[in-house]
């Protein structure tokens, strides 16, 4: 379970980057980057098990990477941001495949375990 | 009042109602259709009865009074039969015999034993010559040699050649008539043949009309003497106490209140060769008791239906009133829904976008602080430990506190979404002119629709688009003066695109105001003006991947047209 390598996506670099910071120190390989392009690049090369994915964002929004992650590689587990009200965009975004949606400001106990059931759901 | 200004007040009574009028103004507009409608009803049946009634009583009294004109003119035609009679047979006499033959005291003795035979009720029978000097006479008074020059009846009788006297007491206390003719004989000399007759035929024949308790029958002189005895006004002689018509008329019928204040119905016949008017006299009460009772039936049936009808009327206007009023109640109520949506929505805008504007800085406190919390626990040697971890805990319990703020406001927001359903927009825009068509009558503006039929069917979300609608209306509304138009057309724009534009002759804007009338928190209304009503209509013609324009000129109006997409694109908005 630790060691498990975690993509943050988000325009907030203060949040993204603290949000990494937090997780390495739990043990996790987390790996921050703030838009959906390089999000994007970052998979390819070295596809992480774990995103944790903001929607709204400048660019590309969340649920477009989302989208392009989904038919490149199904394998990979989603985890949805929202900052916005509406939990249709998180309802939207699982049904594109998100494993689940968590609203911002997040709990990071909350993010792990909702990480691990991911993982534990893999098949 | 007339029918026009009764409209209006009704019209003006529905439409003003503020909370505390309310009730009043439906009391009055009960009022007035209460009264309206029983005077509809109700002045047609008076109308129509008063006709009946008088149609009826003058037939009615044709019918009665036609009997009592004949009983009258054949009691006259009797009357007059006799004293012509007696007349005929003096003046017979008169001219049969001569002057000296008249003056002779028996042979004139002998003519008034043969006419006492034939003729009944003469009293006397007497000559007088030409200057008046009674020569023979045979009678039960003493007459021989009176004098009569000095006696109107004298000199009538010399100038019209025969008389008939008034009734007169004679020396006995008994009603007796005079009659008198005058002959001008060969030899150039007057001939006066005078003679009494008893009245009591008069009473006689009277009697023999055989009238009943309320009637009365009698003659009366040109002076109004009694000439025969009354049932009702007195003894021979006395005065009759009812004004009669003078003058030579066939039988004529009058109504008079009699001294004993009975309404009596009176037939009066003049006589034509005497000063005699038969006087036939039935009190009304007694001829009218048909009449009464049609009258009495027809009372029953008149009020039987007035209750009728005004418990009718009164039911009718209730239930009239009552739904006007829950029509009404039930438009306010629509109405301040719609109000309330658009107040809701336009709060629900506002916190979704402080809740969502506030949740990214407040996710970044809540990271750094956490981290904060991890880096210290996970020391064991720095110092103040205890300390930094309390902190940073409370910095977390705040950012909790914060988060449940935002999401709530974020719920809240949430419930003012979109849905989109298949709509015409001409009907969106009727029903949202409902809304405003009370305020339209009663400022008397001319609300003018110009809506082209058949406009395609578009997908949209109907209470946002109804708030654009109602915002842009309202303003409208608001432009102008009373009397003043606001004009609403739809057409069709383009293959994917619909347009409205509502004009109004009011006061338009200047460029300054124009240039504003989007933004937030901007209003030029006095007071109750959030600022929000356009800049929310701006949000969701936007939303909805609309187009709204407007065009202003100070002090001639303002136009302004929504473009509206077939089908709705949503966007982000504002």
Avoid at chain 2, 114 to 125: G, H
Avoid at chain 2, 311 to 329: C, G, N, P, Q, Y
Avoid at chain 2, 372 to 393: C, I, P, R
């Amino acid at each position: 379970m630790r060691n498990l390598k975690i993509l943050l996506v988000d325009d907030e670099v203060e949040f993204v980057t603290t949000l990494a910071e937090r997780l390495e120190l739990r043990g996790f390989r987390a790996q921050a980057v703030t838009d959906g392009e390089s999000a994007l690049h970052i998979i390819e090369s070295d596809p992480p098990q774990v995103i944790i994915l903001d929607v709204m964002m400048p660019g590309m929004g969340g649920l477009e990477v989302l989208k392009r992650i989904k038919t490149q590689h199904p394998q990979i587990h989603v985890i949805l941001l929202t900052g916005h009200g509406s939990t249709k965009e998180g309802i939207e975004g699982m049904q594109r495949g998100a494993f689940d949606y968590l609203m911002k400001p997040i709990n990071i106990e909350e993010l792990i375990k909702k990480m691990q059931d991911a993982i534990k759901s893999q098949p | 009042m007339s029918p026009k200004n009764l409209w209006t007040r009704l019209t003006k009574s529905l439409l003003h109602n503020s909370n505390g009028e309310a009730s009043n103004r439906y009391r009055i507009l009960r009022r007035n259709i209460f009264i309206l409608m029983i005077l509809i009803t109700i002045i047609p049946l008076i109308i129509m009865a008063g006709i009946y009634q008088h149609e009826y009583q003058s037939s009615i009294k044709k019918e009665i009074v036609n009997p009592l004109k004949t009983l009258a003119n054949k009691t006259k035609h009797s009357l007059e039969l006799f004293l012509e009679e007696r007349l005929s047979v003096i003046r017979f006499i008169a001219a049969s015999y001569s002057f000296e033959e008249l003056s002779d005291q028996k042979t004139l003795n002998r003519i008034f034993n043969v006419l006492m035979d034939e003729y009944c009720c003469l009293v006397d029978l007497g000559l007088i010559n030409k200057k008046g000097i009674q020569l023979s006479y045979v009678g039960p008074y003493e007459f021989l040699g009176k004098n009569y020059s000095k006696q109107s009846w004298f000199h009538e009788v010399v100038v019209k050649g025969n008389y008939i006297s008034d009734v007169f007491m004679g020396y006995r206390q008994f009603p007796h008539v005079a009659i008198a003719v005058l002959r001008r004989t060969e030899e150039g000399r007057y001939l006066i043949l005078r003679a009494t007759i008893d009245t009591s035929k008069f009473d006689n024949i009277i009697a023999s009309m055989q009238l009943d308790q309320e009637s009365d029958a009698f003659l009366i002189n040109r002076e109004g003497f009694l000439q025969t005895p009354s049932r009702f006004y007195g003894k021979i002689l006395d005065k009759y106490p009812v004004s009669f018509p003078m003058g030579n008329y066939g039988p004529i019928v009058v109504e008079e209140v009699d001294p004993q204040k009975r309404i009596m119905l009176i037939v009066y016949v003049p006589f034509t060769r005497s000063d005699y008017i038969m006087v036939l006299t039935k009190q009304r009460s007694a001829l009218l008791k048909p009449w009464y009772t049609l009258k009495t039936k027809m009372l029953i049936i008149f009020a039987i239906s007035v209750i009728t009808i005004v418990l009718i009327v009164f039911k009718l206007t209730d239930t009239l009133v009552k739904r006007v009023k829950d029509a009404d109640e039930k438009r306010e109520l629509a109405y301040k829904e719609v109000q309330h949506t658009h107040k809701l929505s336009s709060i629900g805008r506002l916190a979704a976008g402080v809740a969502h504007e506030i949740n990214n800085p407040l996710a970044i406190i809540n990271e750094k602080a956490g981290l904060m919390k991890d880096l210290v626990a996970y020391d064991d040697q720095f110092w103040k430990n205890e300390k930094f971890l309390g902190l940073t805990d409370s910095i977390l319990k705040s950012v909790e506190r914060c988060k449940e703020i935002t999401h709530r406001l974020l719920g809240f927001a949430r419930r003012m979404e979109v849905q989109l359903v298949k709509l015409d927009l001409n009907e969106l825009i009727q029903e949202t002119l409902s809304f405003l068509n009370k305020e339209a009558l009663y400022r008397n503006i001319v609300l003018k629709l110009q809506l082209t039929d058949n406009l395609p069917y578009i997908v949209s979300d109907r209470g946002q688009l109804q708030q654009v609608f109602l915002n842009i209306l309202s303003n409208a509304f608001a432009a102008v003066e009373d009397g003043g138009e606001v004009v609403v057309t739809s057409w069709e724009e383009d293959l994917d695109t619909l347009g409205v534009s509502i004009q109004d002759n009011g006061s338009g804007m200047s460029e300054e105001i124009l240039r504003n009338i989007f933004d937030p928190f901007f209003t030029t209304k006095q007071k109750g003006g959030t600022g929000l009503g356009l800049a929310i209509t701006y949000g969701i013609v936007k939303k909805m991947g609309g187009e709204i324009k407007v065009k202003s000129k100070q002090g001639e109006g303002s136009i302004f047209t929504v473009y509206l997409p077939k089908k709705a694109k949503i966007g982000p908005g504002e």
